[in-house]
């Protein structure tokens, strides 16, 4: 075998279309585009353009935005955590994201769990998360437990 005996498999290349190319051919004449008009021209480009009246973009409001680095948390509310435990699920003494996901109770972990204030707070629980609100360690440390974050501090806001 030579390299100019090289060729596609059958079937698995085709002409390209060459329209404009007479009317026998089937796209001859307007070549597909139908009749007069700017999208008949070439060099044509109308994204969003509504003919003349206000675009939708420009008819909606301006609203916030998505920054880049946002980190996006899985939510985890002391209520949840106490049922958890009072079923058994969880052991007390060691609560850690993973055994949060072994358990069923959260079920994806995103960027980590954060723990949130609402409900009561189980009794002596010692817990392992990447966030949690000041209202929820405030309610674990009362309750006679204890609250490690992994990553960054407690935030401002008691959810």
Same mark, same amino acid.
């Given at each position: 075998?030579?390299?100019?005996?090289?060729?596609?498999?059958?079937?698995?290349?085709?002409?390209?279309?060459?329209?404009?190319?007479?009317?026998?051919?089937?796209?001859?004449?307007?070549?597909?585009?139908?009749?007069?008009?700017?999208?008949?021209?070439?060099?044509?480009?109308?994204?969003?353009?509504?003919?003349?009246?206000?675009?939708?973009?420009?008819?909606?409001?301006?609203?916030?935005?998505?920054?880049?680095?946002?980190?996006?948390?899985?939510?985890?509310?002391?209520?949840?955590?106490? @049922?958890?435990?009072?079923?058994?699920?969880?052991?007390? /003494? &060691?609560?850690? *994201?993973?055994?949060?996901? $072994?358990? #069923?109770? =959260?079920?994806?972990?995103?960027?980590?769990?954060?723990?949130?204030?609402?409900?009561?707070?189980?009794? @002596?629980?010692?817990?392992?998360?990447?966030?949690?609100? /000041? &209202?929820?360690? *405030?309610?674990?440390?009362? $309750?006679? #437990?204890? =609250?490690?974050?992994?990553?960054?501090?407690?935030?401002?806001?008691?959810?």
């Amino acid at each position: 075998m030579k390299l100019n005996e090289l060729s596609p498999a059958e079937g698995s290349t085709k002409a390209r279309l060459r329209v404009g190319r007479g009317v026998g051919s089937g796209k001859g004449k307007t070549g597909g585009r139908g009749v007069k008009g700017q999208k008949s021209r070439s060099g044509v480009a109308i994204n969003g353009f509504e003919g003349g009246q206000m675009p939708i973009y420009m008819r909606l409001p301006k609203r916030g935005f998505t920054p880049r680095n946002s980190k996006s948390h899985a939510w985890l509310n002391l209520s949840l955590l106490g @049922k958890a435990i009072e079923a058994g699920k969880l052991d007390p /003494k &060691a609560v850690t *994201e993973e055994s949060l996901l $072994a358990a #069923g109770v =959260v079920r994806r972990r995103k960027d980590g769990i954060r723990l949130l204030a609402k409900g009561d707070a189980p009794k @002596k629980v010692n817990i392992t998360v990447t966030g949690a609100s /000041k &209202a929820a360690i *405030e309610a674990i440390e009362k $309750a006679g #437990g204890s =609250v490690t974050l992994t990553g960054g501090s407690a935030e401002k806001s008691d959810d």
